[in-house]
């Protein structure tokens, strides 16, 4: 089975700095997405941003980037010019990229990310 | 485009009462899924349909959780009867087939 793990209950960054999150995961498949959504007070999870464990290059959104290690089985989360509005709890998922098989998403525990004037 | 509805926002019920959740989800998406996100932890699948077929239940505790997607579209899922531990945010989700699944606002059950 597959585990996505947040070390990282709570972390702090003050506006227009830049943040990493951290994520690692376990698993023995090589076809697979990784994940990071934001889930703000409202509780709707928001899609980040997505990587395909097949590319090497790593994924960008805006503030948003990823720093994938496909052999370290790290996946973390850069927020470059924090602002306000980024204060939430950010989860990591993981999902199989096999057809044929249940597509769930398994989350790890979620970083809540605090921003500071 | 309209997203993954759900209702209600909120509900308190006593333990061993009954409780049910309805979801709509975003108009031609075949997968839906229900997540349950208790206090401090990250969402959990709790049962997966495309169309109205189960693909995945095994996490559904069957003995008091059950939930039915009827003719493909809209869900609903019942807890009955609750246990204090059920006490959680219910997350309803849908997506194309292998593409990412988008969320709704959930239902925050508190049982008392």
């Given at each position: 089975?597959?585990?996505v793990?947040q070390?990282q209950?709570?972390?702090?960054?003050?506006?227009?700095?830049?943040?990493?999150?951290?994520?690692?995961?376990?698993?023995?498949?090589?076809d697979?997405?990784?994940?990071?959504?934001?889930?703000?007070p409202?509780?709707?999870?928001?899609?980040?941003?997505r990587?395909?464990?097949?590319?090497?290059?790593?994924?960008?959104?805006?503030?948003?980037?990823?720093?994938?290690?496909k052999?370290?089985?790290?996946f973390s989360?850069?927020?470059s010019?924090?602002?306000l509005?980024d204060?939430a709890m950010?989860?990591?998922?993981?999902?199989?990229?096999?057809?044929?098989?249940?597509?769930?998403?398994?989350?790890?525990t979620?970083t809540?990310?605090?921003?500071?004037? | 485009?309209?997203?993954?509805?759900?209702?209600p926002?909120?509900?308190?019920?006593e333990?061993?009462?009954?409780?049910?959740?309805?979801?709509?989800?975003?108009?031609?998406?075949?997968?839906?899924?229900?997540?349950?996100?208790?206090?401090?932890?990250?969402?959990?699948?709790?049962?997966?349909?495309q169309?109205?077929?189960?693909?995945?239940?095994?996490?559904?505790?069957?003995?008091?959780?059950?939930?039915?997607?009827?003719?493909?579209?809209d869900?609903?899922l019942?807890?009955?009867?609750?246990?204090?531990?059920?006490?959680?945010v219910?997350?309803?989700?849908?997506?194309?087939?292998?593409?990412?699944?988008?969320?709704?606002?959930?239902?925050r059950l508190?049982v008392?």
């Amino acid at each position: 089975a597959q585990t996505v793990t947040q070390s990282q209950p709570e972390m702090s960054v003050q506006e227009a700095e830049t943040v990493t999150l951290s994520c690692t995961y376990d698993t023995s498949e090589s076809d697979y997405y990784l994940f990071w959504y934001k889930q703000p007070p409202s509780r709707q999870m928001i899609l980040v941003i997505r990587q395909e464990a097949y590319k090497q290059q790593n994924a960008t959104e805006n503030r948003f980037s990823v720093n994938f290690q496909k052999a370290a089985k790290s996946f973390s989360l850069k927020i470059s010019d924090s602002q306000l509005g980024d204060a939430a709890m950010y989860f990591c998922a993981y999902r199989s990229g096999y057809t044929g098989t249940a597509s769930k998403l398994t989350f790890g525990t979620g970083t809540r990310l605090q921003v500071t004037l | 485009e309209a997203g993954v509805a759900q209702s209600p926002r909120y509900k308190i019920i006593e333990k061993r009462q009954s409780v049910a959740f309805w979801c709509n989800p975003i108009s031609g998406h075949a997968t839906l899924y229900w997540y349950q996100q208790i206090l401090g932890q990250g969402p959990k699948l709790l049962i997966q349909f495309q169309n109205n077929g189960v693909v995945d239940d095994s996490q559904l505790p069957k003995d008091r959780f059950s939930a039915e997607r009827l003719k493909g579209v809209d869900s609903t899922l019942k807890i009955q009867p609750a246990k204090l531990e059920d006490s959680a945010v219910y997350l309803c989700a849908s997506s194309l087939e292998g593409r990412e699944a988008f969320f709704g606002q959930g239902t925050r059950l508190t049982v008392v």
